[in-house]
């Protein structure tokens, strides 16, 4: 089965502060592709990052970084400088076939 | 350019009846897939649909269908609703099939409550 779990229902940071976002995915699959994306209030998903299965070096946006450990299944997103327009449920996924998401993370940045 | 485009954006249907949404994907953009999201089971993959021809197909009954024109513009239909069905239905395109490491692009999602 091709699964994605994120284990953190909700999380916190404060402003300007450095928070890490924990995915593991099941795959049997050797090539796919990792996404995470943001949905902010106004419901539109947003693409944060992406990496390639076979690429071993995590991938990098400006603020937003994954640390990707393909043997563990792991496919972290790290958000460094947390601003408040980074509040929004974070969603995981992955692509062999057809995406599958997992069930998502709610980050609030406080003030 | 103009991003993915889905109506209505809302929509209010009664049990039994049936309701076909739209999408238009980013111009040039040759897959179009869909997603229904509610609070119990997350974002879930119907179909997708790639040159018109339905490429890949999720775990939904059959009252869930879909189609896709020469345009690449796409519909999904579902029949004799359920309560269960309200849900907001997102669309995504991309330009190639979605094997592929290319991103999806979603629209703003059509609001489907049904009573």
């Known amino acids: 089965a091709q699964t994605v779990t994120q284990s953190q229902p909700e999380m916190s940071v404060q402003e300007a502060e450095t928070v890490t976002l924990s995915c593991t995915y099941d795959t049997s699959e050797n090539n796919y592709y990792l996404f995470w994306y943001k949905q902010p209030p106004s419901r539109q998903m947003i693409l944060v990052i992406r990496q390639e299965a076979y690429k071993q070096q995590n991938a990098t946006e400006n603020r937003f970084s994954v640390n990707f450990q393909k043997a563990a299944k792991s496919f972290s997103l790290k958000i460094s400088d947390s601003q408040l327009g980074d509040t929004a449920m974070y969603f995981c996924a992955f692509i062999v076939n057809d995406m599958r998401f997992g069930a998502g993370t709610r980050l609030t940045v406080k003030p | 350019k103009a991003g993915v485009t889905q109506t209505p954006r809302y929509l209010i249907k009664t049990r039994g009846q049936q309701v076909t949404l739209s999408c238009s994907p980013i111009?040039?953009?040759?897959?179009v897939s869909w997603y229904q999201q509610t609070p119990g089971q997350g974002l879930q993959f119907l179909f997708e649909?790639?040159?018109?021809?339905?490429?890949n197909k999720g775990n939904f009954p059959g009252r869930f269908s879909g189609r896709q024109f020469s345009n690449s513009r796409s519909e999904m239909n579902v029949s004799t609703l359920e309560l269960g069905d309200s849900a907001l239905y997102l669309c995504a395109s991309s330009l190639r099939a979605t094997s592929g490491f290319n991103e999806q692009y979603f629209g703003p999602g059509t609001r489907l409550t049904v009573t």
């Open positions: 111009s040039g953009h040759r897959s």
């Open positions: 649909y790639f040159s018109e021809t339905q490429r």
